[in-house]
């Protein structure tokens, strides 16, 4: 099956610093790749979608401006968390799809982000 | 807007034996694909199951089937001879026009050896 990766796995930064998460389709091209947020024994919350060569679309409630997303390539999306505060302290987690209504999405592992 | 609900937080299970979780949805759209995925310990999403909404017959992967009842939007997942490795956190996903997967608030289960 299709492989993604995503890193840091876990990273813990002071509050006020940004952290970018880099999220990679490693055997295939993403058309489409997708952010999520997840709190403990909670469900995937989608954050933003992104389109390689455009503009991310975000969900409702997110900030744009706090949470930056680039996909610059077919392979690679990255979210920067900016001027990060303990309250972004969550489980991040990106998936790729190649589009279309049987859209599968193959999930990264995860990234655990700390803001202390 | 889709919903989905799992009525399920919690669910228990003995080894090899058999488990349903469910799952409703409400959508306007007339097709579309519905997944379950398991949310093992290690937080790794995997695709348990996929049903196509405008094929009748219910989806089969080894031990997991799912009942899929398109009037009533229902699509329950079925777990015969449970086994250690199957206790995760289930989330159920129909998938929209957009691609956009819509989770349930998923069922966590366990398995009693």
């Known amino acids: 099956g299709a492989v993604v990766s995503q890193h840091p796995s876990r990273v813990i930064c002071k509050s006020g610093t940004s952290v970018k998460i880099e999220c990679r389709s490693l055997?295939?091209?993403?058309?489409?790749m997708f952010w999520y947020r997840q709190f403990p024994k909670k469900s995937l919350m989608l954050m933003a979608t992104?389109?390689?060569?455009?503009?991310?679309?975000?969900e409702q409630g997110v900030e744009k401006d706090k949470f930056l997303i680039n996909h610059a390539s077919l392979t690679l999306s990255t979210l920067t968390v900016t001027s990060a505060h303990p309250e972004d302290s969550s489980f991040y987690i990106c998936?790729?799809?190649?589009?279309?209504?049987?859209?599968?999405?193959?999930f990264g592992p995860g990234t655990r982000l700390t803001v202390l | 807007a889709q919903t989905v609900t799992q009525s399920q937080p919690e669910m228990s299970v003995q080894e090899a034996e058999t488990v349903t979780l469910s799952c409703t949805y409400d959508t306007s759209e007339s097709d579309y694909y519905l997944f379950w995925y398991k949310q093992p310990p290690s937080r790794q999403m995997i695709l348990v199951i996929r049903?196509?909404?405008?094929?009748?017959q219910n989806a089969t992967e080894n031990r997991f089937s799912v009942n899929f009842q398109k009037a009533a939007k229902s699509f329950s997942l079925k777990i015969s001879d449970s086994q250690l490795g199957d206790a995760a956190m289930y989330f159920c996903?129909?998938?929209?026009?957009?691609?956009?997967?819509?989770f349930g608030q998923g069922t966590e289960l366990s398995v009693k050896p």
């Open positions: 992104s389109n390689e060569g455009s503009k991310a679309t975000y």
């Open positions: 055997d295939f091209q993403a058309t489409t």
């Open positions: 049903q196509e909404a405008y094929k009748q």
């Open positions: 998936s790729a799809g190649i589009g279309g209504l049987n859209n599968e999405q193959f």
């Open positions: 996903a129909p998938i929209n026009q957009g691609g956009k997967l819509i």
